[in-house]
């Protein structure tokens, strides 16, 4: 173990100095948030919208949701795009287009909505575990989970990293499954070269103000199947074809055209943010590369990535702090880095509740989320910025134990 104590002859270290919460001033006056909105050209979006009031065509199909949408289906390369009032009822919308019914295999290390997508309507989402290097859905686990209920598999490209996608592929067409991805993460990211959005049944991507590209809210479902595809637009807009004939069951899931505007400003400064993302993301590996017992999770260099989530994993053995103690570290110097998706979808509501879950175990799962913490990055975010995150979290693994004393003696402890 190469645990680094805060014994006093450490204070010729450069990295010493204060931290706020041993009682110096916090080092941001005010607090620097992971998924800070990206925000495009402002003048372009504001003429967009003056169109939008011009025109007094505000939502269905109208110019803006049009662009929109053939912008992103060259974007991901697939004949169809449907836009979406969020990601969460596209999710919901595929969901019943592609019939899923029974038990839908899913990992529990995702945001809530892709569980929810399912439970709430009444299919049983079957937690999965990850692979604890990629975080990934672990594949050989979903064959083991297929029973005779299955009816698909919603995958996650988690942090925008494509997940084991020929693998899943293989196992759907074997066992007869339908396979979605919620794609919420992974704008702008390839596998194998080819854009995120084409594969399996349908995937889904969030425009949601935290995501890398934003509508304000939105979402988006990619797909080659043109039936599919034709299906989904009859349910997004309460089975209407034509003015007066509906020939379908549906609801509402249409994307209005501001935030139509907002996603096409946004598509038109994807690559900005996506530089961005990359230059921040190598700032922090200069600041926290040899940290001991702290790992962030890497990028393919192969890909194209977004680089949207900067992702730590903290080993409290080796660093001599835990994860939510560094966490109250880095909030006391008022930077909110998140615990995402912790404590895991299969530990939440209504789940945890149920029957079905209680006392489920998904090791891998567990530990990763036991160790993760997400740091701020995008445009708000420069390298100062970061040269200034690095360096508390390198001071608060050299002090580790006075930082671990001083958690445990004060109101730090509560991070509810
Ligand atoms: C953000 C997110 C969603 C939900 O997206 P909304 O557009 O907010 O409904 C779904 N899945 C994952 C993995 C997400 O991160």
Redesign the pocket.
């Known amino acids: 173990m190469d645990m680094v104590s805060g014994n006093d002859h450490l204070f010729m270290n450069p990295d010493e100095g204060g931290l706020a919460i041993l009682g110096a001033t916090p080092a941001f006056p005010s607090p620097v948030h992971v998924g800070q909105p990206n925000i495009g050209d402002r003048e372009a979006l504001l003429e967009r919208i003056d169109a939008i009031l011009d025109s007094r065509w505000l939502s269905n199909r109208g110019r803006q949701v049009l662009e929109f949408e053939q912008r992103m289906a060259q974007l991901v390369g697939t004949r169809h795009c449907i836009a979406m009032c969020?990601?969460?009822?596209a999710?919901e919308i595929v969901a019943r287009a592609v019939d899923l019914s029974g038990e839908v295999i899913v990992p529990a290390m995702?945001?809530v909505?892709?569980a929810h997508s399912l439970q709430w309507q009444g299919i049983t989402p079957v937690f999965c575990d990850i692979d604890s290097l990629t975080h990934q859905i672990d594949v050989e686990q979903v064959e083991s989970l297929i029973t005779p209920h299955t009816t698909g598999i919603l995958a996650?490209h988690?942090w925008g990293r494509p997940c084991n996608i020929d693998a899943l592929a293989r196992l759907a067409e074997k066992h007869h499954l339908k396979l979605i991805f919620?794609a919420?993460?992974a704008l702008g990211c390839t596998y194998r070269g080819m854009p995120l959005g084409g594969f399996g049944n349908a995937e889904v991507f969030?425009?949601?103000a935290?995501?890398i590209a934003n509508a304000f809210?939105?979402?988006v479902v990619t797909t080659n199947d043109d039936a599919l595809a034709e299906k989904i637009r009859l349910m997004q807009n309460f089975g209407f074809k034509g003015t007066d004939n509906v020939i379908h069951l549906g609801i509402n899931g249409k994307m209005h055209e501001v935030s139509a505007a907002m996603g096409i400003t946004s598509l038109d400064s994807l690559g900005l943010f996506m530089e961005r993302n990359r230059a921040n993301a190598a700032a922090y590996r200069d600041g926290l590369g040899d940290v001991p017992g702290l790992r962030m999770l890497e990028w393919d260099a192969r890909e194209r990535n977004n680089y949207h989530y900067v992702v730590l994993e903290l080993d409290e053995d080796r660093a001599g702090i835990d994860r939510d103690t560094l966490l109250a570290v880095l909030q006391a110097e008022n930077v909110l880095a998140r615990r995402y998706f912790w404590p895991g979808c299969h530990r939440m509501e209504p789940y945890r509740s149920l029957p079905r879950y209680v006392g489920l175990n998904l090791p891998a799962t567990e530990k990763v989320l036991s160790r993760v913490l997400v740091l701020p990055t995008g445009t708000a975010t420069d390298g100062e910025r970061i040269a200034r995150i690095c360096q508390i979290v390198r001071r608060a693994i050299t002090q580790s134990e006075r930082v671990r004393r001083q958690f445990a003696s004060n109101e730090y402890n509560d991070l509810s």
């Open positions: 969020n990601a969460t009822v999710l995702t945001f909505a892709t996650v988690l919620d919420a993460h969030s425009f949601h935290t995501k809210e939105g979402g």
